[in-house]
Every structure is written in C-alpha cells, then in structure tokens.
C-alpha cells in the first residue's frame, strides 16, 4: 500500500504563489510511480483535474491553470511538486495529489491508484 502526503497549502492573496509537495511512502521499497498529478474540488464542484507528470517527463495540464501552474518530480524520491503563481480566487479549493502505475499523462480521476488526504488552497481576493 502507498501512502500520499501533501503538504503546503494555505491562505494567499491574488497574485501571489504558493508550492505544493506530494510525497509517495510505502512499507516496503517502491519502484517509481508511472504517474503523479493533482487534481482540485471546490465546494459544491466535483473533483477535477489540475496536473499530471510521468516518470519519464510527460506533462499535461488544465487549460485553467496552464502559464501558471507547473509541475515537476524528484522520481527517486516519489515526490511531485506542483508551482503554483499567478493565483486567482478561483484557484480555492482542496488539492489532491494523485498516483497511478500507469505511464501516461492521459489518465482519468478512476485511473489513479492512491490518493492524499488534500490540502486546502485558499486564495483572497
């Protein structure tokens, strides 16, 4: 079983940045996790999808959040990082990080394996 950590969520106004960590732990060795993303719910809104990186480079991102979000990985640590900058009000929500086996940028929500427990992006306007 892996485990998903966030951390570096919080409390910023418009305009401004913030980092969020994802890091991938499990009880035995892992190999590196084909795909680490993020995805986002608001209140009321269903989860949707923010970033997605492989273990061999591939991106892809929501057309909201491209120019603005970037994301990137340290795979010999199972760890995804996602900068966020030019924050927009609308960026509130709590973000998930994400992992499947699979290696492709093209998953779904049902296609990740593990899930965080979220941690909450709230941008003041």
């Known amino acids: 079983q892996v485990q998903l950590a966030e951390s570096g969520g919080g409390l910023v106004q418009a305009g401004g940045s913030l980092r969020l960590s994802c890091a991938a732990s499990?009880?035995?060795?892992?190999?590196?996790?084909?795909?680490m993303g993020w995805y986002r719910q608001a209140p009321g809104n269903q989860r949707e999808f923010v970033a997605v990186?492989?273990?061999?480079?591939?991106?892809n991102y929501a057309d909201s959040v491209k120019g603005r979000f970037t994301i990137s990985r340290d795979n010999a640590m199972n760890t995804v990082y996602l900068q966020m900058n030019s924050l927009k009000p609308e960026d509130t929500a709590v973000y998930y990080c994400?992992?499947?086996?699979?290696?492709?940028?093209?998953?779904?929500?049902?296609?990740?394996?593990?899930w965080g427990q979220g941690t909450q992006v709230t941008v003041s306007s």
């Open positions: 994400a992992a499947s086996w699979q290696i492709t940028p093209s998953l779904g929500v049902r296609d990740y394996d593990y």
């Open positions: 990186m492989t273990s061999g480079g591939a991106t």
């Open positions: 499990a009880s035995g060795n892992i190999f590196s996790i084909g795909s």
